[in-house]
């Protein structure tokens, strides 16, 4: 948020302390992750002892969790109330050397390095290879206090939290890290605006804003900069950022309360920063090779009972589209009763034996959820007598009618309200359901109570992560954890290690269409590996033409849906065409599973994402830097959706000698390129030198990769190329193919 008026003057109400030198630096043991150093910053320079007195400091704690990473800790006062941090699975492997001499303090992390110089003016110095990579200087450490009535822009604006732009009597704590000449900053979640940060404010508030707003489903306190580093700040509840848009020198970020707490995480590489960091949060698992295929869904406020969509999968298999998965939403349940999880039986009288037909059909079974239990819900009752929904203050249930009547939430705080809960979902497990769409959990209040005592500030972002964990962790104790997964739409920090994550209320357009791309990159680049969209948008019904150019787009990901909300997604409801198209493009995708699936798995090993935005992999290019409407599906494959209706599209080849998959055509790269596309084509380019394993199946998505498999090698590239292949039952091998050999 803002506090300042200009350079030189505050903004009215506002009172800030910053941290002016560094006056006393010691090791010490006390940190979290075992030796550190302890700063001393008084809020003035001391010259004589009696400016000791009477004088806040602020002090500063720097260690080491992992290697690569440095803990800062700036508090005012230690006594005050710290919500605490994220869970962070990779902390404790940090050994870090520490020296203080004259000259300083120096906690070395192995890839990187943190300086502290005594005195003043105060300068914190963070290095990666030798080099500072950003820092904090004069007035960047501050302590702010606002007056009732200041006026600043907090930004959080929300259904879940009735306020605005007026904070009364509160305290917060500020760093502000340089922003270099050039720098790019990239990250904060899914967030559908400019990839690049730069020059915007972005609260971590989760919000159900859809993806035509600055709102996010997915808010994460994690920024990746191109030069070199990325930051994540150690705070679940309401994080303000300023990039640039402040102080136009700097990434300012602040944080309600007395302390605050962030993590500097080397690189050099972008896919060295998201490695650190997504080891330090979570690494994603590996999903299903079956979830790779379509999922076809009823969308959301049709007609639909099993004749129906026995009627769609027919026709599918009819027209030879391949699909794995069938997904019921919300009206698989009674109105006015979700979650009941009860199938509606005015229209499926007898779920076991159609979700057994379905199996025979060799489909997988996606179901809707959600977190909120409606007050006509036979469970509401149930839940409220047993303590499992969350109170007001008063002791009273919170309620409200926005979305169900009189809906309560599930206290996911309290262990036996989440068995409860996790309970109805393995009664569905044991009908034949497969898999859950996590819809929800961005509304959360924030005047309330909840079991374990936590901070209704906290837990507002941080309800997401204990609501997806309590469905992965019983499909994990289902199905096993190599077939768990999710389709769901809120995370937080650490909400990658629960695939996959869908970009949420998009409209019907081209422009729509767009800006999620815009949200997946965004996503990529704060560690999320596995990421879907509504193919032909949410709202409205898409024309023929906007649905023919998503399917081509949604079908080249990591995960594909057809889905919306007042009208079907199947292709010929369209025109007979976008029959054509979804063959093409899933056919393709089949063949591909080779590459796409090794791709996931190797995401589980590196926190790499499989939807790549330009930027990760071409780091030294700086005609990248701000690419938002193409981007690499793995390592190999460069994809620029067509954002038109007339078929145009303007992108950006690297240098190197590059080749369509679609035409066999030969490209020279290093420039921007206008080309011109039909509705069963598009601009998607093979990297040089590449070798492609490429499947002989265009049905399924789970076979045996292995039989039958073509490895399609390109020009471009030298000496000898090693690919690896994994099949869905675990099958490795390791394929070596001599590139000059390739005909140029």
Not at 101 to 107: L, N
Not at 136 to 160: E, F, M, T
Not at 520 to 542: C, Q, R
Not at 558 to 564: D, I, L, T
Request: a negative charge; glycine letters at 12%; charged letters at 20%.
């Amino acid at each position: 948020m803002k506090f300042t008026d200009g350079f030189w003057q505050l903004r009215p109400g506002v009172t800030a302390l910053y941290a002016q030198e560094a006056y006393d630096i010691a090791e010490t043991d006390d940190t979290p992750d075992g030796v550190g150093i302890v700063i001393t910053a008084p809020t003035m320079v001391i010259t004589k002892r009696g400016d000791t007195l009477n004088r806040p400091v602020l002090t500063t704690t720097l260690s080491s969790p992992a290697e690569g990473v440095i803990r800062v800790r700036v508090a005012h006062h230690e006594g005050g109330r710290w919500h605490g941090g994220f869970d962070l699975p990779g902390s404790g492997s940090g050994a870090p050397t520490v020296s203080i001499t004259e000259s300083g303090g120096v906690i070395d992390a192995g890839s990187l390095v943190a300086r502290i110089i005594p005195g003043a003016p105060w300068d914190l110095a963070f290095e990666v290879d030798g080099r500072r990579v950003t820092g904090s200087g004069h007035k960047a450490q501050g302590y702010v206090r606002l007056a009732p009535g200041a006026q600043v822009d907090a930004g959080i604006v929300d259904n879940a939290r009735q306020g605005g732009s007026t904070l009364t009597g509160s305290t917060f704590m500020h760093e502000q890290l340089d922003l270099g000449v050039g720098e790019l900053v990239y990250g904060l979640g899914e967030r559908f605006g400019p990839l690049v940060k730069n020059g915007q404010s972005v609260d971590i508030w989760n919000a159900d804003g859809g993806t035509s707003s600055e709102q996010a489903y997915k808010s994460i306190p994690f920024h990746l900069s191109n030069r070199g580093f990325g930051v994540l700040v150690n705070d679940p509840g309401h994080v303000s950022y300023e990039i640039g848009s402040e102080s136009v020198e700097r990434v300012q970020f602040s944080v309600a309360g007395e302390v605050l707490e962030y993590f500097v995480i080397a690189g050099p590489t972008p896919k060295d920063v998201l490695g650190r960091y997504t080891a330090l949060t979570g690494r994603p698992p590996v999903v299903p090779a079956w979830s790779y295929g379509l999922w076809l869904s009823t969308s959301f406020t049709t007609d639909y009972d099993e004749q129906t969509v026995t009627s769609f999968i027919d026709e599918m298999a009819a027209r030879e589209l391949p699909v794995s998965v069938f997904h019921f939403d919300c009206f698989w349940m009674r109105e006015f009763q979700w979650c009941d999880f009860e199938w509606d039986p005015r229209v499926f009288p007898d779920p076991e034996g159609m979700l057994s037909r379905l199996h025979d059909k060799d489909l997988r079974v996606c179901v809707w959820i959600n977190p909120y239990i409606a007050q006509r819900s036979p469970l509401f009752r149930e839940a409220a007598d047993q303590g499992f929904l969350v109170e007001r203050p008063d002791g009273t249930i919170w309620q409200w009618d926005l979305w169900q009547a009189g809906m309560g939430l599930v206290d996911f705080t309290n262990p036996a309200a989440t068995a409860w809960y996790q309970g109805h979902l393995r009664r569905l497990l044991d009908q034949g359901v497969d898999c859950f769409k996590t819809d929800f959990g961005e509304r959360i209040p924030t005047e309330v109570v909840w079991a374990d005592g936590s901070d209704p500030e906290r837990m507002h972002n941080l309800y997401t992560d204990l609501y997806n964990r309590a469905v992965h962790d019983v499909l994990t104790d289902a199905r096993g954890a190599d077939d768990a997964v999710l389709f769901a739409r809120s995370a937080t920090a650490g909400g990658q290690s629960m695939p996959v994550h869908w970009g949420g209320d998009s409209t019907s357009t081209y422009t729509s269409m767009a800006e999620t791309l815009r949200g997946g990159l965004s996503l990529a680049l704060s560690g999320f590996a596995f990421w879907s969209h509504d193919i032909g948008g949410f709202e409205g019904t898409p024309d023929a033409g906007v649905f023919k150019r998503w399917t081509a787009f949604g079908l080249l990901g990591s995960h594909s849906r057809f889905h919306g909300s007042s009208s079907y997604r199947v292709p010929w409801a369209f025109d007979e065409e976008a029959v054509d198209v979804t063959r093409r493009f899933t056919h393709l995708k089949m063949q591909l599973m080779p590459y796409l699936y090794q791709q996931g798995i190797d995401a589980s090993h590196t926190g790499t994402p499989l939807m790549r935005p330009m930027q990760l992999e071409f780091p030294d290019d700086p005609a990248v830097g701000y690419l938002d409407r193409q981007y690499m599906l793995g390592s190999s494959l460069l994809v620029a959706p067509v954002f038109s209706e007339d078929g145009g599209v303007e992108f950006y080849l690297p240098e190197g000698e590059w080749t369509s998959l679609l035409t066999g055509e030969t490209v020279t790269g290093g420039g921007w390129r206008r080309e011109t596309h039909g509705f069963e084509s598009l601009p998607l380019y093979v990297r040089p030198g590449t070798v492609l394993p490429w499947g002989s199946r265009t049905d399924k998505p789970d076979y045996d990769y292995h039989e039958g498999l073509t490895l399609r090698v390109f020009p471009g590239g030298e000496g000898t190329a090693t690919v690896t292949v994994t099949a869905p039952d675990g099958e490795s091998k390791t394929y070596s193919t001599d590139l000059s050999e390739v005909t140029r």
